[in-house]
Structures are given as C-alpha cells and as structure tokens.
T-cell receptor, first 114, second 111 residues
Framework: GDSVTQMEGPVTLSEEAFLTINCTYT??????LFWYVQYPGEGLQLLLK?????DKGSNKGFEATYRKETTSFHLEKGSVQVSDSAVYFC?????????????FGSGTKLNVKP | EAQVTQNPRYLITVTGKKLTVTCSQN?????MSWYRQDPGLGLRQIYY???????DKGDVPEGYKVSRKEKRNFPLILESPSPNQTSLYFC??????????FGPGTRLTVL
C-alpha cells in the first residue's frame, strides 16, 4: 500500500544553518505530496505541496521537489531560524482527484538553537 | 475566520465509558477526516467523510464510530474506550487537495 518514510529526529541545528529533512514515498499511480508543520500545542498546517513529478513546492523559505525517479520529496531550507522549531510531517494522497485518504510520515522534530 | 473546532481539548476517562469528541467547521467543506497521532507513528487516518451521510474507513477504524448528519459537524464516537485509544486526536476539514485545515487537537487518556 501507499506509505511515507521520513528521517528520524530530532534534528538540532544552529540558527542560519542549512536544513534537509529526507522523505521518500511508496505509491501506485500519481500521488500528490505535501509537507505539513506542527508547532507546539497546535494542529498541523500545510507548508508546501507538489502535485506532479518535477514540481517544486515552496513557502516561507522552505522548498521541496517532487522526484519521481527517486520517489523522494526532501524538505530544504537555506537558513533556519529559531522560529522554525517544530515537527515536520511529509504526507501524500494517492492522486489529485483522490484526496480522501492521506498518508503521513512519522514526523521529524526540528530544534533550532540561537 | 476559517476554523475547525474540537471539543473537549483534554479528556481523561475510564475504560468502557462511552465518549464523543465533537468537530465542527465553518468553511462549508464537503470532506472531513479524523486522525490519531501517536509518537513514532505520525498521523493515521481513522475515518473520513466525503459528504453528509457518506463516511468510510481509514487505516485504523477499529473501536471508533463516526456520523455525518450535517455538513459542518463530524463527531468521533468511542463506544467502549480502551487504554490503547489513549492518543492525540485531530479533526480536519478539506476544501480541495491543498486546502486541508486541522483542528487544535483533543488529548484523550483512557485509564
């Protein structure tokens, strides 16, 4: 079945460091891919998305590229801030017109130190 | 303001005592879902609903029920809670593939 695997955390970085959080997926068909962020005590918020191969999603300095050949959707940011400390989830839906089902990774906690 | 509300936010109960967690959205969305979040497992979908009176099982539906009698409400029912249902629960409302809004969460402890 469809699934998402993301790197274990926590990830601890100093402010202004480069961030990469790895995400790989297994899916039949043509899934849509997402990154969600969860700040302490809150629900999830959509960070960025990509709906087809080679699409790049971007938001708030974060980027991720949908790589069908490597079944990956790694999250990157060039310079993290303390305010980026949160838990990040990679997710997929089976297809653009089949978004009833969502599959989430286990989450990666990011700690950014001043 | 677009909003998904859940109640209660925190609940401690005992095994076997029926409970309901309410979820309401004000965006007129057709799609709604329930998830549970457990350490190391991420979010897993319990049930989802595509419209009024249309619901379907997600990945972990055992021990849960839902109903969708009105578009705005999607309650989660635990008829006989057990300790393995201790978890953080999220309701979500969806207006399209990129428009999923999550509620603030309900932390449930079953003793």
């Amino acid at each position: 079945g469809d699934s998402v695997t993301q790197m274990e955390g926590p990830v601890t970085l100093s402010e202004e460091a480069f961030l990469t959080i790895n995400c790989t997926y297994t899916a039949t068909g043509y899934p849509s891919l997402f990154w969600y962020v969860q700040y302490p005590g809150e629900g999830l918020q959509l960070l960025l998305k990509a709906t087809k191969a080679d699409d790049k999603g971007s938001n708030k300095g974060f980027e991720a590229t949908y790589r069908k050949e490597t079944t990956s959707f790694h999250l990157e940011k060039g310079s993290v801030q303390v305010s980026d400390s949160a838990v990040y989830f990679c997710a997929l839906t089976p297809g653009l017109y089949n978004f009833n089902k969502f599959y989430f990774g286990s989450g990666t906690k990011l700690n950014v130190k001043p | 303001e677009a909003q998904v509300t859940q109640n209660p936010r925190y609940l401690i109960t005992v095994t076997g005592k029926k409970l309901t967690v309410t979820c309401s959205q004000n965006m007129n969305h057709e799609y709604m879902s329930w998830y549970r979040q457990d350490p190391g497992l991420g979010l897993r979908q319990i049930y989802y609903s595509m419209n009024v009176e249309v619901t379907d099982k997600g990945d972990v539906p055992e021990g849960y029920k839902v109903s969708r009698k009105e578009k705005r409400n999607f309650p989660l029912i635990l008829e006989s809670p057990s300790p393995n249902q201790t978890s953080l629960y999220f309701c979500a409302s969806q207006g399209g593939v990129t428009k999923q809004f999550f509620g603030p969460g309900t932390r449930l402890t079953v003793l």
